[in-house]
T-cell receptor, first 113, second 117 residues
Framework: SQKIEQNSEALNIQEGKTATLTCNYT??????LQWYRQDPGRGPVFLLL?????KEKRKERLKVTFDTTLKQSLFHITASQPADSATYLC????????????FGSGTRLQVQP | SQTIHQWPATLVQPVGSPLSLECTVE??????LYWYRQAAGRGLQLLFY??????ISSEVPQNLSASRPQDRQFILSSKKLLLSDSGFYLC????????????????FGEGSRLTVL
C-alpha cells in the first residue's frame, strides 16, 4: 500500500540555521507534491506545490526539492526563526482515481532562539 | 482564494448522541470538498470527499456520514457517536492541480474539536 513517511516526529534547531524536513513515499509516482504548515489547534495552511517535472521550487526562505527517482521531497527553511516553529505536512495524491490528497503524519519543527 | 467556514469550533458530546458539523465555502463555485480527521499528534485521515452536489465518496467504513445539499455546503453527521469518534475534524476545499485552472492547494477551515465522553 502507499506510504508517506516524514523523517521524524520532532526536529529542534537553533535560530538562524537551515531546517531540512524529509518526505518519502512509496508505490506511486505523483504528478505533484505539496507542503503545508499547521500550527497547534489550527487548520493546515498551504505553502508550496512542486510538480514532477520541477526539481526545485523556492518561495522566500522556503525551498522544496522533488526527486521522483528517490521518491523523496526535501523541504528547507533557511535562516530559521522561532516563528517558523510549527508542524509541517507533506501531501500528495496517491491514486489517479481518487480526487483527494493523502497527508504524511508531519514533522514538528522547534526553532530555539 | 477560498475561505472555509466551519462550526462549531468545539463540541463535547456523550456517547450515543448525534453529531452535525457544518462547513461552508466562500470565494469559489463547484469546489471539491473534503472532511479530514486528525487524532492528537497524528496526520490527517481522509474521511469523505465530494466533487459536486449529492456526490459523496467515503474513504473508510465508520460511524460517520457526509452530505452535500448545496454547492458550497458540506455536512458531517453521525446518528450515534462512539468514543473513538473524538478528534479534530477539518473541512477543506480545493481542486486538482491543472483542472479548471486550479492550483491544487487545499484551503482548510479552522477545525472542530470533538470530545466524546
Amino acid at each position: 500500500s502507499q506510504k508517506i513517511e516524514q523523517n521524524s516526529e520532532a526536529l529542534n534547531i537553533q535560530e538562524g540555521k537551515t531546517a531540512t524536513l524529509t518526505c518519502n513515499y512509496t508505490n506511486y509516482s505523483p504528478a505533484y507534491l505539496q507542503w503545508y504548515r499547521q500550527d497547534p489547534g489550527r487548520g493546515p495552511v498551504f505553502l508550496l506545490l512542486i510538480r514532477e517535472n520541477e526539481k526545485e521550487k523556492r518561495k522566500e526562505r522556503l525551498k522544496v526539492t522533488f526527486d521522483t527517482t528517490l521518491k523523496q521531497s526535501l523541504f528547507h527553511i533557511t535562516a530559521s526563526q522561532p516563528a517558523d516553529s510549527a508542524t509541517y505536512l507533506c501531501a500528495l495524491r496517491i491514486d489517479t482515481g481518487r480526487r483527494a490528497l493523502t497527508f504524511g503524519s508531519g514533522t514538528r519543527l522547534q526553532v530555539q532562539p | 482564494s477560498q475561505t472555509i467556514h466551519q462550526w462549531p469550533a468545539t463540541l463535547v458530546q456523550p456517547v450515543g448522541s448525534p453529531l452535525s458539523l457544518e462547513c461552508t465555502v466562500e470565494g469559489t463555485s463547484n469546489p471539491n470538498l473534503y472532511w479530514y480527521r486528525q487524532a492528537a499528534g497524528r496526520g490527517l485521515q481522509l474521511l469523505f470527499y465530494s466533487v459536486g452536489i449529492g456526490q459523496i465518496s467515503s474513504e473508510v467504513p465508520q460511524n460517520l456520514s457526509a452530505s452535500r445539499p448545496q454547492d458550497r455546503q458540506f455536512i458531517l453527521s453521525s446518528k450515534k457517536l462512539l468514543l473513538s469518534d473524538s478528534g479534530f475534524y477539518l473541512c477543506a476545499g480545493g481542486g486538482l492541480a491543472g483542472v479548471k485552472g486550479n492550483t491544487g492547494e487545499l484551503f482548510f477551515g479552522e477545525g472542530s474539536r470533538l470530545t466524546v465522553l
